[in-house]
Structure formats: structure tokens, C-alpha cells
């Protein structure tokens, strides 16, 4: 019932920055809560952050916490992910992901619908 488009990754020094967009297809995405999952090669998809429906409530994995903000623009189908201090092991496929339930939550299994990913890479 939504498709999500994952864009703004690439390739940047450790110690940057770069702002991952989801952009949702439809007119119910106000209803989803919004996570950021990432995968490195061989590894399982990890939890990044989430944000509820509303936009007022925010949760981090530990590892990123402190670097990273999600948030996200209901009047334009748009989440976003900003990441600050970037360092070498946060290199992964980045992907969005939306959750109709009532909760927002941590893990894969909850996710409904699913970006295609956006490549990040940090040099060091």
C-alpha cells in the first residue's frame, strides 16, 4: 500500500555528514510509523532509528545515538535520517522502512514495506 524511495547516500569522509530522505508513495503515510534499518555486506539488517506517526517520539540503537536525528515531513510523504560524525563502521545499505502498528518498534519482522536501500560509504 506504500512504496518507499531511500535517496542521499554515497560516498564521504569519516567525520561527515549526509542526510538520507524517504520518500512514500500515497496519502497514508502519516498512519506509519518510520524506521531506518541498515545493513553492512554479511552482516544481519540492524536497527538504526524510529519515529512514531505523530513525529513526537524518536528512538536510536545505542551505536548511533548522539550522531544521528529521524524525523520526518507528513505534508510531504518524506522521512529523513541525519547522520553527523559519520565513521568507517556505519558503511552499510541504509533502508526505510514503514509499521502500521500502534507502536513504533525495533525490529525487522514488524516492517510492512520496505525502500530498495541507498548505499553509505565513509572512508577513513
Known amino acids: 500500500q506504500v512504496q518507499l524511495v531511500e535517496s542521499g547516500g554515497g560516498l564521504v569522509q569519516a567525520g561527515g555528514s549526509l542526510r538520507l530522505s524517504c520518500a512514500a508513495s500515497g496519502r497514508t503515510f502519516s498512519t506509519y510509523n518510520m524506521g531506518w534499518f541498515r545493513q553492512a555486506p554479511g552482516k544481519e539488517r540492524e536497527f538504526v532509528a524510529v519515529i512514531d506517526r505523530s513525529g513526537s517520539r524518536t528512538y536510536y540503537d545505542d551505536s548511533v545515538k548522539g550522531r544521528v536525528t529521524i524525523s520526518r515531513e507528513n505534508a510531504k510523504n518524506t522521512a529523513y535520517l541525519q547522520m553527523n560524525r559519520l565513521k568507517p563502521e556505519d558503511t552499510a545499505v541504509y533502508y526505510c522502512?514503514?509499521?502500521?502498528?500502534?507502536?513504533?518498534?525495533?525490529?525487522?519482522?514488524?516492517?510492512?514495506?520496505w525502500g530498495q536501500g541507498t548505499q553509505v560509504t565513509v572512508s577513513s
Open positions: 522502512a514503514a509499521d502500521s502498528g500502534v507502536v513504533p518498534l525495533r525490529t525487522v519482522r514488524h516492517y510492512e514495506y
